[in-house]
Nanobody, 123 residues
Framework: QAQLVESGGGLVQAGGSLRLSCAAS????????LGWFRQAPGKEREFVAA????????YYANSVKGRFTISRDNAKNTVYLHMNTLKPEDTAVYYC????????????????WGQGTQVTVSS
């Protein structure tokens, strides 16, 4: 059973930092691109960042570029999202996800999803 499990969410003040982790199991996710999406109340799920299978290539939504960093450790089957200079508008449930289509920002092209972790940024 393929599974993605996020951790690391929480409450932080604006300007602060958090690191999200996502542990993958149940299949060979080392051959998949891994990414993060987020969804705020009343809004559509939006792309945040993705990393290719080797970790050598990444891309980001413009709203987080320069503040967030995605990375992966295939030996640990884990992907990370380092979030710096957090803003109240970053408040959302963050989802870890996997796809064979590296380069996609469309949620429907991602095949596997975690259950999500809440990030709340207070002003």
């Amino acid at each position: 059973q393929a599974q993605l499990v996020e951790s690391g969410g929480g409450l932080v003040q604006a300007g602060g930092s958090l690191r999200l982790s996502c542990a993958a199991s149940g299949r060979a996710f080392s051959s998949y691109a891994l990414g993060w999406f987020r969804q705020a109340p009343g809004k559509e799920r939006e792309f945040v960042a993705a990393v290719n299978w080797s970790g050598g290539s990444t891309y980001y939504a413009n709203s987080v570029k320069g503040r967030f960093t995605i990375s992966r450790d295939n030996a640990k089957n884990t992907v990370y999202l380092h979030m710096n200079t957090l803003k109240p508008e970053d408040t959302a449930v963050y989802y870890c996800t996997a796809t064979t289509q590296y380069g996609s920002m469309r949620h429907y092209e991602y095949e596997y999803w975690g259950q999500g972790t809440q990030v709340t940024v207070s002003s």
